[in-house]
């Protein structure tokens, strides 16, 4: 066993994500038996003193077998029915199955803006811990009833990978139809390797994800990548392994192949973790190569390395940082409104005064508001004068 891939056991908090084509059958619906299983796997797990958290997908799949309805793509209010019905029967049947094992399910549904607003989040969170504190499962979906395009996460793996950085899990489990990561989608290309332990999640990797998802399911390894990156970025490691077996976790325990994702050794803070993991930046901003070696070393951006603003944000608001390869290398809480920000962008701080009429921020995003979610180059060079005499 390598030092990435350590037993089930040696974790403090779990989440395990399970994927809707695992738990629901298109014709016969809910899969009672793999159900079963699976809670008698978290018995296991909890009777060990591990916290176990469940992100549950399934509702829409669950409502559509319940209502009879045709295959092919719904339309939002036939799939926010869908769940509206579903999620009540999935609720049900995971209480239902853990209370054999002793154990309270809670149930809590969670929209995209429970976890990008800060004061949601924190609420949210708190209930959550509280779960956990009186001994239960929380049994976690996206509130597709109310979620609409704009609004929504859409995919339960990065709702996952929300969860966990929220309630400082130390692994993730991500439960699909595929065994993990391979070098191209195995269904498409012979050749493809798998990839049991991934150290870091380079562009290499990210280019690895191939799009595909089943009918049942919307996250391709796409948005397992993604989840990884939230995940990992804020310590907690993930595994993407089959859920196609019974007792799927117990499986783990004993060595069947997945994908590990190695924590990043050096966990940002809770608040960098927030930060890190939204979903929808408010805008970005484009920093030339002495820029993107100062955020490497550590340092604040200034508006004298940002070459370009896109985007309509308010001071406070979450911006992504690219760097001169055009790659996001980087989250943060804008130090600017988008209107000011452009009007600074290349200056030197001295000059924002006159610029701006007030003597605003030396930073357009602060080290302390910021957080690398990228590869960021490192070079020998010394980054700009400026930049080290004010971070
Ligand atoms: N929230 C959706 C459901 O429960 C599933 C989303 C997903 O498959 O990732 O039906």
Redesign the pocket.
């Known amino acids: 066993m390598s030092a990435v891939r350590t037993p089930l056991a040696n974790h403090r908090r779990i989440v395990i994500k399970i994927?809707?084509a695992l738990l629901v059958d298109r014709k016969t619906g809910l899969k009672s038996r793999w159900l079963e299983a699976v809670c008698a796997d978290i018995a296991a797990l909890k009777a060990k003193g591990i916290d176990v958290l469940v992100v549950s997908?399934?509702?829409?799949?669950m409502g559509r077998t319940v209502l009879d309805l045709p295959s092919g793509a719904l339309k939002l209010e036939e799939s926010q029915a869908a769940?509206a019905v579903?999620q009540i029967a999935l609720a049900r049947a995971w209480s239902e199955s853990l209370s054999r094992h002793r154990i309270v399910a809670g149930q809590i549904l969670l929209t995209l803006g429970d976890t990008e607003e800060r004061r949601r989040y924190l609420n949210a969170r708190a209930t959550i811990n509280q779960l956990l504190k009186i001994g239960a499962v929380p049994i976690i979906?996206?509130n597709?009833t109310v979620a609409t395009t704009e609004i929504r996460y859409g995919?339960?793996?990065r709702l996952a990978a929300r969860v966990a950085t929220m309630t400082s899990a130390d692994l993730l489990v991500l439960l699909s139809d595929i065994d993990g990561l391979y070098t191209a989608p195995p269904h498409l290309d012979p050749e493809a390797r798998f990839i049991e332990i991934i150290p870091a999640i380079t562009p290499e990797i990210e280019a690895m994800a191939g799009g595909a998802a089943s009918e049942l399911?919307?996250?391709g390894m796409r948005t397992k990548i993604d989840a990884g990156k939230i995940a990992t970025g804020a310590g907690c490691a993930m595994i993407i392994a089959s859920g196609k077996t019974d007792h799927p976790l117990r499986a783990i325990e004993e060595g069947t192949r997945s994908s590990w994702f190695a924590p990043s050794g050096t966990p940002v803070t809770a608040r960098k973790t927030w930060i890190a993991g939204q979903l929808q930046p408010a805008g970005e901003l484009f920093v030339d190569e002495g820029a993107e070696n100062a955020l490497g070393t550590g340092k604040s951006l200034l508006p004298a390395g940002v070459r370009r603003i896109e985007g309509n944000f308010h001071r406070g608001d979450t911006v992504a940082i690219i760097g001169a390869d055009g790659r996001e290398i980087a989250r943060g809480l804008a130090g600017y409104d988008a209107d000011e920000a452009r009007q600074i962008t290349g200056r030197k701080s001295a000059e924002i005064e006159a610029i701006l009429g007030y003597a605003g921020r030396a930073a357009m995003v602060h080290r302390d508001d910021l957080v690398i979610t990228g590869s960021v180059r490192k070079t020998k060079k010394e980054g700009r004068k400026e930049d080290a005499a004010h971070a």
């Open positions: 994927g809707s997908s399934g509702a829409i799949a769940a579903g979906n996206e597709d995919d339960n793996d399911s919307r996250g």
